[in-house]
């Protein structure tokens, strides 16, 4: 961190209690998706397992979230749907920001005609409306959790990449770097000791960001059919849910836990991100 010292940035952070709240119920989350096969047996997935349970069961002592109408566990879905999630959120912005970074970093660094095409490239992702592109790209690619981060971090790499743009064509007008230049430095060596690092931060914050942007796509695409059959995600929870008739049948407990679940790791992601941009970034800090 460049900006600001690890102890100034642990105190910081420490001191929002917003991102403290977000950053424990990841902790949660991230705990209950690890633990999940010593939390739930994965045979209350199947619908084969379960014929002896009773179908559209209420929450009880023999169940806790109630059952659906296959007769299988719904808090078994909501644990190992917690693994998917995340999964494809975290592995998409991964990706996401590899690729936002390394276009913006080039581009902003190299400028004159790699510039201008990299930026040109990136205006053609933008116009294009995300969801569409994400829905026609998933039909396309088939179902399938790699398919979908695939498709994720091909649609959501533009806005990182320009504000990684915006972030180096700062940087590299500065009085060090013509100084590390005039001193004979490649330009590897500039941009790998003097650009990256003060762009770091950003990446980062931008990261976290991305998450919940990942998750919230993933849980569409499944809603929607083009996620992956085999593997049980909040978001297939609430397409089989809503295929099923759970919210005509009242049946809240089918689709009420994956719906909060989402929302409670969206929001924690927001919160922590949040927290990272305002605390690195020295023009929010000073407000």
Do not use: C
């Amino acid at each position: 961190m460049t900006a600001v010292s690890r102890a100034d940035f642990l105190r910081r952070f420490r001191r929002d209690r917003l991102a403290m709240f977000g950053l424990a119920v990841l902790i949660l989350f991230a705990l209950m998706a690890i633990l999940a096969p010593v939390l739930v047996d994965d045979d209350a997935l199947s619908a084969v397992a379960s014929l002896d349970n009773p179908t559209w069961a209420s929450p009880s002592g023999d169940f806790l979230l109630g059952t659906d109408h296959l007769g299988r566990s719904v808090a078994a879905q909501f644990v190992y749907g917690s693994r998917v999630s995340l999964f494809v959120g975290l592995m998409a912005t991964i990706f996401t920001i590899a690729i936002g970074s390394i276009v913006g970093v080039v581009a902003g660094f190299a400028g004159k005609w790699v510039d201008a095409a990299l930026m040109r490239l990136t205006d053609w992702f933008l116009v294009i409306p995300f969801l569409p592109l994400a829905i026609v790209l998933a039909a396309v690619l088939g179902r399938g959790i790699w398919n979908i981060i695939f498709v994720i971090s091909i649609t959501s790499w533009p806005s990182t990449a320009r504000l990684v743009r915006a972030q180096v064509l700062t940087v590299k007008e500065r009085l060090y770097v013509d100084r590390a230049r005039a001193l004979g430095a490649s330009q590897l060596h500039v941009v790998r000791r003097h650009v990256l690092p003060n762009v770091a931060p950003l990446i980062l914050a931008s990261a976290t960001l991305a998450v919940p942007i990942s998750i919230l796509t993933e849980t569409t695409l499944a809603f929607l059919g083009l996620g992956d059959p085999t593997q049980a995600s909040w978001g297939k929870t609430l397409e089989e849910a809503f295929q099923a008739g759970a919210i005509s049948r009242g049946a809240w407990w089918y689709y009420l836990p994956a719906g909060l679940g989402i929302v409670a790791v969206v929001l924690a992601f927001t919160l922590f991100g949040r927290a990272l941009e305002e605390i690195l970034d020295p023009r929010l800090r000073e407000r």
